[in-house]
């Protein structure tokens, strides 16, 4: 069964500090990695990882996949109140049919 | 640009009620999907469209429907409402089903169902 495994899932930290939220998964045929941040309402697009080492970064915002051992990194330095959300891993296979499945989220909280 | 809109963005309706979500991106993307999401299960796959004119089941199917009326738009209905059907429900759209585009959602509906 394809499954998208987040960890932890929470997480409280002060401003400034750096935070390392993971993904790990098992799917057949595997086509992209996703990181999306949900605060309130709608997931908003982060990252989409395709290949293992390349570092996609945005800001203080960084991700990282591992075809190999399976897992994706997402880095965020300097933290921020603003940044307090729901980061969900989505990972894309087609299989016969297609499909997205979703871990169920880390919810980060920043204190100011 | 609007970018993908959802109506209702609340709805309560008791059981056995029947009603449809609207959905529609402005967007000229070929596929759409409808998601639930629950406390502690994630984003779970309802229906999607890869392109117009086609359908699909996804994870959860049972108890929903879908039409995909034009390349816009994306409608998913509830024949008969169950309490289990309580949800938040987001729409989303893609340039094309292939993995390698990122989604983009709608805003959601919180759906009640007594």
Redesign the interface.
């Known amino acids: 069964e394809d499954k998208?495994v987040q960890s932890p899932l929470s997480l409280v930290v002060h401003e400034g500090d750096t935070v390392t939220l993971n993904c790990s998964y098992e799917v057949t045929n595997f086509?992209?990695l996703?990181w999306?941040k949900q605060e309130k309402?709608?997931?908003?697009?982060l990252f989409?990882l395709?290949s293992s080492g390349i570092e996609k970064k945005s800001g203080r915002l960084s991700s990282i996949l591992d075809k190999k051992e399976l897992f994706s990194i997402l880095n965020i330095t300097a933290t921020q109140t603003g940044d307090s959300a729901v980061y969900?891993c989505?990972v894309?296979?087609?299989s016969g049919?297609?499909?997205?499945i979703?871990?169920?989220?880390t919810r980060l909280k920043v204190l100011a | 640009n609007a970018g993908?809109t959802q109506t209702p963005k609340f709805q309560v309706l008791k059981t056995g009620q029947s009603m449809t979500l609207q959905c529609a991106q402005d967007m000229n993307h070929n596929s759409m999907?409808w998601?639930r999401q629950d406390p502690?299960?994630?984003?779970?796959?309802i229906y999607?469209s890869?392109s117009e004119g086609t359908t699909?089941k996804?994870?959860v199917p049972n108890g929903y429907n879908v039409s995909r009326l034009n390349k816009r738009e994306f409608s998913l209905r509830l024949e008969s409402a169950a309490p289990s059907q309580t949800s938040v429900y987001?729409c989303a759209s893609s340039l094309w089903?292939?993995?390698?585009n990122?989604?983009?959602?709608?805003?959601?509906t919180r759906l009640t169902v007594l």
Do not use: I
């Open positions: 998208v086509r992209s996703l999306y309402k709608a997931p908003t697009f989409m395709t969900l989505a894309a296979s087609s049919t297609y499909k997205y979703f871990g169920t989220g | 993908v999907y998601y502690g299960m994630g984003l779970r796959l999607y890869a699909d996804g994870e987001f089903a292939s993995g390698y990122e989604q983009f959602f709608g805003p959601g």
